[in-house]
Structures are given as structure tokens and as C-alpha cells.
């Protein structure tokens, strides 16, 4: 379990995530961040994929990814994570408190550079 616990969720109209924790600290994390930072098989598996050669077609956006990405539904995994639903459909990954506040700390030290 987490050192810290999370007392207030929000989306922002900049498309960040904010995030209140019980000691205080509140951390703004982008939606493309989080995303990207997804913890689940296929995110870490694309992750590690070596790059596909040319094929000579054009690569083509699905219409969610066409789309700003958003936040559709954040629901606690027990006390210990969230389940995160974005709007491209992806929903797999849990996302830690642990993860969640690191994330946001780095967020933070981004900000201040």
C-alpha cells in the first residue's frame, strides 16, 4: 500500500489530471503523459518493440486517435491503484498510487524547468 492516498481527482480544462494527496501535495499530470506511461503487457511490449521498416503505405489514425485525448473513467483496483479508461479505448493498465505520485513529481520537476 501507498505512503500516500489520494483525497481529490480532477480533469482540468488543459487536460491534465489533478490529483490532491492526503499530505497535501497536488500534482498535474497530461493525459498524453499518463497514457504513454501505461503499465499494462501491450503498452510495455509496443514499448520494447524495435521499429517496423517502411512498407511503403501511409500509416492511418483510428478516429479516437484523431481525437484530444481524455480521460473516460478513472475506478479504484482495491486500495492500492486505478483502472483508467481513455478515450482511445485503452483500459488495461493499473496504475499504482505509487506510480501515480511519481508520475505527478516528475510532472512537477518538468514544470519548474
Not at 489533478?18 to 499530505?23: A, C, L, P, R
Not at 497535501?24 to 518493440?49: S, W
Not at 483496483?77 to 478515450?87: D, K, L, T
Request: proline share 6%.
Amino acid at each position: 500500500m501507498s505512503d500516500f492516498i489520494p483525497v481529490r481527482l480532477d480533469k482540468t480544462a488543459n487536460a491534465c489530471l489533478e490529483i490532491e494527496w492526503d499530505d497535501g501535495a497536488v500534482h498535474q499530470i497530461r493525459f498524453l503523459h499518463l497514457r504513454r506511461a501505461c503499465p499494462c503487457a501491450t503498452c510495455l511490449e509496443k514499448a520494447m518493440a524495435k521499429p517496423k521498416q517502411p512498407t511503403g503505405m501511409l500509416p492511418v489514425l483510428s478516429a479516437a486517435q484523431a481525437q484530444p485525448l481524455d480521460i473516460i473513467s478513472m475506478r479504484p483496483a482495491g486500495n492500492y491503484a486505478y483502472h483508467i479508461q481513455f478515450s482511445d479505448g485503452h483500459s488495461s493498465g493499473i496504475f499504482t498510487l505509487d506510480m501515480l505520485r511519481q508520475i505527478g513529481e516528475e510532472s512537477l520537476k518538468r514544470q519548474a524547468t
